[in-house]
């Protein structure tokens, strides 16, 4: 019978049941220390990979957003157009996704192109936008918002959990020496 560590890790489970039923004088030798740094490299591996699915998923609605936006600032009247933003990103291994407000420096005004300041929209503790900061926006635009704020507030919450997930296991590594 082939060695744990040789084992796919789909198989793991099934060979160690069968090594804990084996009267103990039966069973195969294995390098715990190795099986716990294989478990540990493909679960933080595991862990990286869903916050960035979590961007990932960010990523689109707020590029959906931009785009929707875009097409606004070209067939809506002035009263009914935006200039907010959305910004997702990976920061200090966290997921950030921020609203912003986009302010427009003509060209006359600037001294190249044009130029664009952003000011940042404060979220608060929870994990969604409070949604009387954006009431100065068109309906249109609110209602927008409002349906990314409940994918995002979700994502948010689970960026939230793979953080602390990462701690357990950075805890878990420094018992594994």
């Not at 961007?55 to 600032?73: C, G």
């Not at 157009?81 to 005004?109: A, F, M």
Request: charged share 30%.
């Amino acid at each position: 019978m082939p060695s744990y560590n040789s084992l796919p890790p789909s198989a793991h489970i099934d060979h160690l049941r069968a090594e804990l039923e084996k009267p103990w004088e039966h069973r195969v030798d294995i390098d715990f220390e190795a099986a716990a740094k294989s478990f540990m490299l493909s679960t933080a591996e595991g862990v990286e990979a869903q916050l960035l699915l979590l961007a990932l998923e960010a990523d689109v609605i707020a590029a959906n957003f931009h785009q929707t936006s875009l097409t606004a600032r070209k067939e809506m009247p002035k009263e009914q157009q935006t200039y907010l933003g959305c910004r997702v990103r990976i920061k200090d291994s966290s997921l950030e996704i921020s609203w912003h407000r986009n302010n427009v420096i003509p060209k006359e005004r600037s001294k190249s192109s044009i130029r664009v300041l952003s000011k940042h929209i404060k979220k608060g503790k929870s994990d969604s936008y409070d949604m009387s900061s954006f009431q100065r926006e068109p309906a249109w635009v609110q209602a927008v918002v409002a349906d990314a704020e409940k994918t995002f507030a979700k994502l948010r919450t689970r960026a939230k959990i793979l953080t602390k997930f990462r701690k357990a296991l950075r805890e878990y590594e420094s018992l594994s020496s």
